[in-house]
């Protein structure tokens, strides 16, 4: 299976007319405010934290970067391959490897786990923007891109989330500027609710170890000068349920 085209052909409309500069892009934060607090979280359980490690869902990169200065061997993947142009550019001296990955497609996450064995996975923010037959799909390449001694990190928007998001959209402006292109491609988030998504991990075969609760910080700031933060849930899952010793 692999995603519509419809939600490809979004992908790639977004990533190809998005800016380059730095914080354009609605979700596109700081590392050390996204996926540097996330790690706090992520690398206790990280039983084999040599293993490969791939940025899933990668977007232009910005987390990719900030992963590749603390892992050896870091792969940035996602579904456009606009957004894949925009990280390769950003990212001149190759500090990361970056592949076009459809993760609701077995056969790929196969070829990839084939060739980079075990992985470690980091997702933010992806499984809320597919399709809804998708996300099983997703979870179950993840599972494969894992193997037996991966973990992954997977953050996604509570479905509260979704109506801090609508209130921006409706507000007598219109959707904060740089909310509106991802509104205006037909990228609108759904509402995933909390409990489907270790339901999504435990039917491909992983195992649930941590899950907490944080904001994911966006790039955008309401009239007041108040940066935008969503609700937000964590989840650490494996395919077993061994702890890191020591």
């Known amino acids: 299976m692999s995603v519509t085209s419809r939600y490809r052909g979004a992908w790639e409309g977004f990533w190809s007319e998005a800016p380059e500069d730095r914080g354009a892009v609605f979700w596109d934060a700081e ?14 359980h990280l039983t084999h934290p040599a293993l490969p490690l791939i ?16 892992f050896p061997h870091v792969v940035g993947a996602d ?21 076009r990955l459809d993760a609701a497609d077995r056969a790929e996450a196969e070829a990839l786990h084939a060739e980079l064995g075990d992985a470690n996975v ?37 479905p509260t989330a979704k109506a801090v998001l609508t209130d921006l959209a409706r507000g007598p402006a219109g959707p904060p500027a740089k909310l509106a292109p991802v509104l205006r491609h037909g ?19 992983l195992t649930v170890l941590a899950s907490g609760e944080l904001p994911l910080i ?29």
């Open 122 to 158: 980091y997702v933010r923010g992806v499984l809320h923007q597919c399709e809804p037959d998708d996300r099983q799909p997703l979870a179950d390449a993840l599972a494969v891109l894992l193997g037996a001694h991966g973990r992954a990190f997977l953050v996604e928007p509570s």
């Open 31 to 44: 590392p050390v405010l996204t996926a540097g607090r996330h790690l706090a979280d992520f690398e206790p």
């Open 79 to 99: 579904l456009s391959g606009a957004a894949l142009d925009h990280a390769r550019r950003a990212d001149p001296g190759g500090s990361a490897a970056y592949r």
């Open 187 to 205: 990228l609108t988030p759904a509402a995933v609710p909390d409990e489907a998504i270790p339901e999504h991990l435990r039917a491909a075969g």
């Open 55 to 70: 940025d899933l869902g990668c977007g232009n990169g910005t987390q990719t970067r900030y992963l590749a200065e603390r």
């Open 218 to 246: 966006t790039t955008e700031y309401t009239a007041d000068g108040t940066r935008i933060e969503l609700p937000s849930t964590w989840v650490v899952a494996g395919a077993g349920s061994t702890r890191p010793s020591g």
